[in-house]
């Protein structure tokens, strides 16, 4: 048995640790609270962004040429993917569950024959690449908690850019969707070409455009797509802290059960040690008569 | 006659209120919606925005590109971002344009432009926090958090 002096710095350092923790799962719970703020407040911008965008593309009917960025390409050959993780690792499988989602559907693509690239934004998702599969073609670390367009902006330009110049034939963006604070899931979503969703909203009039169809159509699509991406983000944030605080909230349990079985074992060896005091003054005592 | 604007960024809704007059930078120069407007769609330069309310005075929003949509009723501006006069950090837009006229001086043609953009950007941005009201702000929708 170890020393009662052991126990009770072990003791000491548990409840240390949960303190820790619990601090923890107090910072990724505000955090958490922020960013699910975030979300909603994308999506005005959003919805109004993909009806002007139903509406054009309704304009259009089908034959016309569009946008490039709004047009399916017949033959898919490359594709490139958004991969949105972490920073910081202490959040439960959160890291392990995007990644797992990107192996899969890298294999996938790869299986139809198709070349794929990442743009990796957070460092976890750099770094899996980087030890594993190593086809980035930009990578993005250190993003603020509190984003706004302008952070992701230089992301949202190289993929259209890519797109734009055939480097990719279609993006996909990969984060981890937020559903509720016990459940996120990885997901996979399209963002290019741009899908317009059927509207069943009242034919809006006829609009005059300035300057063209063409470059009104052009900056709502560098808008969705930014908006897209910009979702995606702060859905990936609101997870990663929610997946951190039910970790932090689990440590700080097994920590203080280990306070409370480690208190048990120190009051054992206590009294252990006084019993064998109290045995040695007996046995000294009887020796003395 | 009064007429419904929204300010919307990808980032948050800026503006939700009844104007007089709203003008705008359009990429065809500026741009002047009242009440009954034709509709339109048009793309915005980087700019000043104001919003002219009956009686009171008008407020200065910069805006960095984006989509309007005029309806006859309604303005809804679709920006890729929205600021306001008072929320401009004076100092951060002034180092701004220094760190660009300095680029602009040592950067070779070819890729001048983000410089550019990024100066008339910070131009602007000193140029309508100048206007920073004293009066008592409007209707603005908060800022999250």
Same mark, same amino acid.
């Given at each position: 048995?170890?020393?009662? =002096?052991?126990?009770?710095?072990?003791?000491?350092?548990?409840?240390?640790?949960?303190?820790?923790?619990?601090?923890?799962? %107090?910072?990724? !719970?505000?955090?958490?609270?922020?960013?699910?703020?975030?979300?909603?407040?994308?999506?005005?911008?959003?919805?109004?962004?993909?009806?002007?965008?139903?509406?054009? !593309?309704?304009?259009?009917?089908?034959? +016309?040429?569009? @946008?490039?960025?709004?047009?399916?390409?017949?033959?898919?050959?490359?594709?490139?993917?958004?991969?949105?993780? %972490? @920073?910081?690792?202490?959040?439960?499988?959160?890291?392990?569950?995007?990644?797992?989602?990107?192996?899969?559907?890298?294999?996938?693509?790869? +299986?139809?024959?198709?070349?794929?690239?990442?743009?990796?934004?957070?460092?976890?998702?750099?770094?899996?690449?980087?030890?594993? +599969?190593?086809?980035?073609?930009?990578?993005?670390?250190?993003?603020?908690?509190?984003?706004?367009?302008?952070?992701?902006?230089?992301?949202?330009?190289?993929?259209?850019? @890519?797109?734009?110049?055939? =480097?990719?034939?279609?993006?996909?963006?990969?984060? $981890? +969707?937020?559903?509720?604070?016990?459940?996120?899931?990885?997901?996979?979503?399209?963002?290019?070409?741009?899908?317009?969703?059927?509207? $069943?909203?009242?034919?809006?009039?006829?609009?005059?455009?300035?300057?063209?169809?063409?470059?009104?159509?052009?900056?709502?699509?560098?808008?969705?797509?930014?908006?897209?991406?910009?979702?995606?983000?702060?859905?990936?944030?609101?997870?990663?802290?929610? !997946?951190?605080?039910?970790?932090?909230?689990?440590?700080?349990?097994?920590?203080?059960?280990?306070?409370?079985?480690?208190?048990?074992?120190?009051?054992? %060896? =206590?009294?252990?040690?006084?019993?064998?005091?109290?045995?040695?003054?007996?046995?000294?005592?009887?020796?003395?008569? | 006659?009064?007429?419904?604007?929204?300010?919307?960024?990808?980032?948050?809704?800026?503006?939700?209120?009844?104007?007089?007059?709203?003008?705008?930078?359009?990429?065809?120069?500026?741009?002047?919606?009242?009440?009954?407007?034709?509709?339109?769609?048009?793309?915005?330069?980087?700019?000043?925005?104001?919003?002219?309310?009956?009686?009171?005075?008008?407020?200065?929003?910069?805006?960095?590109?984006?989509?309007?949509?005029?309806?006859?009723?309604?303005?809804?501006?679709?920006?890729?971002?929205?600021?306001?006069?008072?929320?401009?950090?004076?100092?951060? *837009?002034?180092?701004?344009?220094?760190? *660009?006229?300095?680029?602009?001086?040592?950067?070779?043609?070819?890729?001048?432009?983000?410089?550019?953009?990024?100066?008339?950007?910070?131009?602007?941005?000193?140029?309508?926090?100048?206007?920073?009201?004293?009066?008592?702000?409007?209707?603005?929708?908060?800022?999250?958090?």
């Amino acid at each position: 048995m170890a020393s009662t =002096r052991e126990i009770r710095r072990r003791i000491r350092s548990v409840r240390n640790i949960s303190q820790v923790t619990r601090a923890m799962e %107090a910072v990724a !719970a505000s955090k958490m609270r922020r960013a699910q703020q975030q979300v909603m407040a994308t999506r005005p911008y959003a919805e109004k962004a993909l009806e002007v965008l139903s509406h054009i !593309a309704r304009l259009h009917g089908s034959g +016309d040429p569009m @946008d490039a960025l709004i047009t399916s390409r017949a033959e898919i050959k490359r594709v490139g993917i958004v991969l949105i993780t %972490a @920073d910081r690792g202490l959040a439960g499988g959160f890291n392990a569950n995007v990644l797992r989602q990107n192996a899969l559907f890298i294999k996938e693509q790869r +299986d139809r024959g198709r070349e794929v690239e990442v743009v990796a934004v957070g460092r976890k998702g750099r770094d899996w690449l980087l030890r594993y +599969d190593p086809v980035i073609r930009a990578e993005f670390t250190n993003m603020p908690d509190t984003l706004a367009t302008a952070d992701i902006a230089p992301i949202s330009r190289t993929v259209i850019d @890519d797109f734009r110049s055939q =480097r990719f034939d279609e993006v996909h963006i990969i984060f $981890t +969707d937020f559903v509720n604070t016990l459940l996120q899931r990885p997901t996979v979503q399209q963002i290019l070409p741009v899908v317009p969703a059927e509207t $069943t909203a009242a034919m809006p009039p006829d609009y005059i455009f300035e300057p063209s169809v063409e470059a009104v159509l052009e900056q709502v699509l560098i808008g969705f797509t930014e908006v897209q991406i910009l979702q995606a983000m702060y859905e990936s944030i609101a997870s990663e802290h929610s !997946a951190r605080m039910v970790a932090m909230r689990n440590a700080t349990e097994a920590a203080n059960e280990l306070v409370d079985e480690l208190t048990l074992t120190y009051n054992k %060896a =206590r009294q252990e040690g006084i019993t064998r005091e109290l045995m040695d003054i007996i046995g000294g005592s009887i020796g003395l008569e | 006659m009064t007429i419904q604007v929204e300010i919307v960024t990808p980032s948050r809704q800026l503006y939700s209120g009844e104007v007089e007059m709203i003008t705008m930078p359009g990429v065809e120069g500026e741009l002047g919606v009242l009440a009954g407007h034709a509709p339109l769609l048009t793309t915005l330069n980087i700019g000043e925005l104001t919003l002219h309310n009956a009686g009171g005075e008008p407020e200065y929003i910069a805006v960095s590109g984006g989509v309007v949509e005029v309806l006859p009723d309604k303005v809804i501006v679709m920006a890729r971002s929205a600021e306001r006069a008072d929320e401009i950090d004076v100092a951060r *837009a002034e180092e701004a344009l220094q760190r *660009a006229e300095e680029a602009l001086r040592t950067r070779p043609d070819e890729d001048r432009q983000p410089v550019e953009i990024a100066y008339r950007r910070s131009q602007l941005r000193l140029k309508v926090a100048r206007r920073r009201r004293r009066t008592r702000p409007g209707v603005f929708v908060e800022d999250e958090g």
